[in-house]
């Protein structure tokens, strides 16, 4: 959209106290009937997950919540890993795109990041580096300009709507939320305002992280209730930022615009290079050396000495 | 957390024009106490950095600079073709313990005596972990900020420091966060300018380069990547406009009260402010600035202020949507455009709907 196109539109938007719609059809075709959501919470500046929800974004979701996030042993990740696995695979297996659902790219970044620290890992489990490659094929698709696999929530609202506010302002869901559908009686100026004091990406509020800091201690030393009260907060914290994406996923479909035409084309493409990327590991672990059989010179060695 | 040292500085750079901001900054205010002081009431926001991010960095710095710097050593020595073995390194957090306030003073006599061995051609350190160097911002001698880079490495070809910063944010395929390199850039720029200063003392600014190095960590611990040299001509520009319109701003303060000793806010009326889409996140005062131009294109953000002026009124805009009557040839010039605008959005005129019921 040109600048004063976006201008326009905010100012419009301004004036009614409600986001302004500024297109006319959909850019991505309709959730298939299963659609995976994904919402991690991560330390800040660590980019390790201490919290993530994920599951079936039409149903309450499992959550995993680590007290001990900077711990090796990411053995605890395993069944988001399974989950994943599960739903990528059942989806390619029925030709269908799996869509993923994640509140905003912060989101995608640590994906990305647990790309990088398990897919060639060879200290971690099976399960971990599928994750990771799988987590690299989401992060991958994403880039892809008109891919029909990845939904982030912040990106597609702002994509088909313009608020009332600076730009910069709709990277925060909550104020972003607070345009497109305000609450009733509500001038959305002020309730995006007010939303925004809480931070939206991906981390927790800034009192309940500071607790959890503050317990870790206590809970590495085998303070059990601290470990219990981490695992509230977190789990808590996850569960709001869950409810959020729910919140957006909703508002997006309730926009009612129309399928565009080009959609059935994107969506094979889509399917087609998931389909590709999730069933061919390019680059897999390599294995470790002690694995393989040694060199040819070797054996010949062995042989001579053992008298063959 | 106040607005001293460096960060006052590198907040300045990247608002010019904001005199508030710089008066904040010359009067080192801690933000959230100047908020309570202008609005009465406290800020709710969030403020400062998080205790992780805090504990990562200093882990970060540690794991870099134990053993005698070797992680970091051993990151740097290829860059500048030193043998990794042989680099001297001296560690000021080591050599001097103790208060900050004190440590500043000391640590800058020691930096300036290496300076001072560089300029008679002495053998010098190769790397200086934390080192001190002071940007003079005001006429008097007290009027100075200090600035504390990470570590200093010797290019031998200059045979003069490089300023350097560790940071523990991940690089992924060699690029880190972009929002978290502005701030780090701009930090680095005020190490050039504070240590082209006081080479400028021994004669040897001309050997200051506008480079930085930067060492980010790897995403799969705290164990460093690849460190980065980067040129900051644009940073190290805008820091000494900075600096030097701190200078004017705090001759402006002590004009302003030249009669009585007026609190600054009660001083914030006569000082012009530049509200931008950078306040946001960065300045505890940016929801006040921005509610004095509620109603006008400034809220729309840097795109709509810089496309029909910061001042527009937003009503009049849709009113000229609408089908008000422009009343100036340049409004109804700018009224054919925005409702040429407005159409090819699909916006139907508020007349246009009456109309057609």
Known sequence: MSAILDVVARAIAYEQRRAYRVRETFSIAADPRVAFGIVPIKVVSEEVIQAIAYGDIARAPKTIVRWNPLSRDAGDLEPFGRALDRYLTSMIAAEAVPRIWLPYSTALDLLDVL???????????????????????????????????????????????????APVKDGHLGAL??????????????????????????????????????????????????????????????????????????????????????????????????????TTNLSPPSRPRRARSPPRRVRIRRRASRGR | ????????????????????????????????????????????????????ARRRGSKFESNLTTNNAALLRRALAPI?????????????ADEIPGPPHELHAMRLTRMRRILQDLARDREVPHLVIQPQLRIQ?????????????????????MRMYVPGE?????????????????????????????????AGRLAMHGRVENRALFVFAQPYGLMPARPVIEVLNQEVFEVERAVQFLREVRARLVGLRASTATPLEDLIAELPINYQDRCIGSCVLATVCERRFAGRARVLGDAASDLIGPDTDVGRLVALINGAQPRTPEEAVFATRVRLAAAALGYQPRTLRRATG
């Not at chain 1, 990771?132 to 702002?158: H, K, N, P």
């Not at chain 1, 569960?239 to 959609?263: H, I, M, N, Y």
């Not at chain 2, 523990?168 to 050039?192: E, H, K, N, P, Y």
């Open chain 2, 80 to 92: 500048f073709g030193y043998d990794v073995e042989a680099m001297v390194v001296r560690n000021f």
């Open chain 1, 177 to 278: 939320l607070a345009w497109v559908a305000p609450p009733p009686g509500s001038d959305p100026v002020i309730e995006a305002e007010r939303r925004a004091l809480v931070p939206a990406a991906a981390m927790l509020e800034a009192e309940a992280d500071k607790r959890v800091d503050g317990l870790r201690k206590r809970a590495k030393a085998g303070d059990v209730r601290a470990r219990a009260e981490i695992e509230t907060l977190l789990e808590r914290g996850v569960q709001l930022e869950w409810d959020r994406l729910v919140e957006a996923r909703r508002t997006f479909w309730a926009l009612k615009l129309k399928s565009g035409p080009e959609l059935p084309g994107l969506v094979k493409e889509s399917r087609e290079r998931a389909s590709y990327a999730l």
């Open chain 2, 137 to 157: 911002v005001g006429p008097n001698l007290t009027d100075f900020e200090h600035v504390s880079p990470d570590f200093f490495v010797l290019n031998p070809a």
């Open chain 1, 115 to 165: 790309h990088y620290r398990y897919r060639t890992n060879q200290q971690a489990s099976a399960v971990l580096q599928r994750m990771g490659w799988q987590c690299r094929v989401i992060v991958e698709e994403a880039s892809y300009a008109g891919q029909q696999m990845v939904a982030v929530a912040t990106d597609l609202l702002c994509e088909h709507v313009v608020t009332g506010q």
């Open chain 2, 166 to 198: 560790m940071k523990s944010f991940i690089v992924r395929q060699g690029v880190a966060d972009g929002a978290d390199l502005d701030l780090t850039r701009r930090q680095a720029a005020a190490q050039i300018v504070a240590l082209r200063d006081e």
């Open chain 2, 1 to 52: 957390m106040s607005l001293r040292s460096s960060r006052g500085i590198v907040r300045t750079s990247r608002n010019l024009r904001c005199v508030l901001q710089a008066a904040m900054v010359v009067e080192r205010v801690s933000e959230p106490e100047f908020y309570e002081r202008v609005t009465g009431t406290k800020f709710e926001g969030e403020y400062g950095e998080r205790a992780s």
